[in-house]
């Protein structure tokens, strides 16, 4: 149907510019639709009309429609999973890039259903390597991921969407300090270091939540790759950036014996080992 540029699509462009009251919504509700079928995901972000519609939509308005808000939102993450789409919507400044990270900070209980869809937007943006410096240079991205990612004082009792905020969140700083020019900057950052620590230290424990689990398996994966700081300019390998920190050792001890049989447990474990090795260099 979006491929059929001079009859549905047409007819969906005009319902969403009309002045009646109810084809707007329904007109709206059909263009995200259609969001959600990959081979779309490309053409619609090309697409500026389509593309202005989704993300003025997905601008956050103090006591405006919540599920118009979240709907596109959520458009504008199934469009993030186009590799095609990634790097043009970090570039988007002033429309993806603002309206993401505007919902990413929201805190009330009725907004964080937006909140998590903005976050994991963001996180996969972040699989975009080219993205990952600017990212992590952008203050209030780098805030706001930080600030999700942090550590729970009581991460059994809290609300399930808090751990899955956490859980996109980390998952993004681990995808970002993938990136050789990020590693450092991030190691030294003392709040980044104790969100890392925090998810990767968390305890063996079954009553964790898949959640939970899966901040640990991404913090660990992000101490694995401050194992690996970029070379020097002979091409001799450095050591670890947590060379000589008890803290991470005793981490990486941790992770190293979970016996846990789901996924994230087990590459929690592959990620520990290997981050192991280079502490025996």
Not at 212 to 219: K, L, M
Request: aromatic share 4%.
């Amino acid at each position: 149907m979006w491929s059929d540029v001079d009859a549905c699509r047409a007819i969906v462009m005009q319902g969403c510019a009309s002045s009646e009251d109810v084809i707007p919504r329904r007109s709206f509700k059909i263009l995200v639709a259609w969001a959600y079928e990959p081979s779309n995901c490309a053409s619609m972000w090309a697409d500026e009309t389509a593309r202005s519609l989704i993300v003025q939509g997905a601008r956050y308005v103090e006591g405006g429609d919540v599920e118009y808000h979240l709907s596109a939102l959520r458009a504008l993450q199934a469009l993030s999973v186009e590799p095609k789409n990634k790097e043009a919507m970090w570039a988007d400044v002033e429309g993806a890039r603002a309206v993401l990270l505007e919902s990413a900070m929201l805190c009330g209980d009725a907004e964080q259903k937006s909140r998590c869809s903005a976050l994991m937007t963001l996180k996969n943006l972040t699989t975009e390597m080219v993205n990952c410096e600017g990212i992590w240079n952008d203050a209030k991205a780098r805030e706001l991921l930080v600030y999700a990612a942090a550590p729970s004082s009581d991460i059994e009792n809290e609300d399930p969407s808090m751990t899955k905020a956490r859980a996109t969140a980390m998952g993004a700083l681990r995808n970002i300090a993938g990136a050789d020019g990020n590693k450092e900057a991030m190691w030294a950052d003392e709040h980044t270091q104790a969100a890392i620590l925090g998810a990767a230290g968390l305890p063996d424990s079954p009553t964790l939540n898949a959640d939970a689990r899966e901040a640990r398996e991404h913090g660990m994966a992000a101490i694995r790759h401050f194992a690996a700081p970029p070379a020097l300019e002979d091409g001799m390998q450095r050591e670890p950036l947590w060379k000589g920190s008890d803290v991470v050792q005793a981490v990486i001890a941790s992770c190293a014996k979970l016996d846990g049989q789901e996924a994230s447990d087990k590459k929690a474990r592959e990620h520990a080992v290997a981050a192991l090795r280079f502490t025996v260099l």
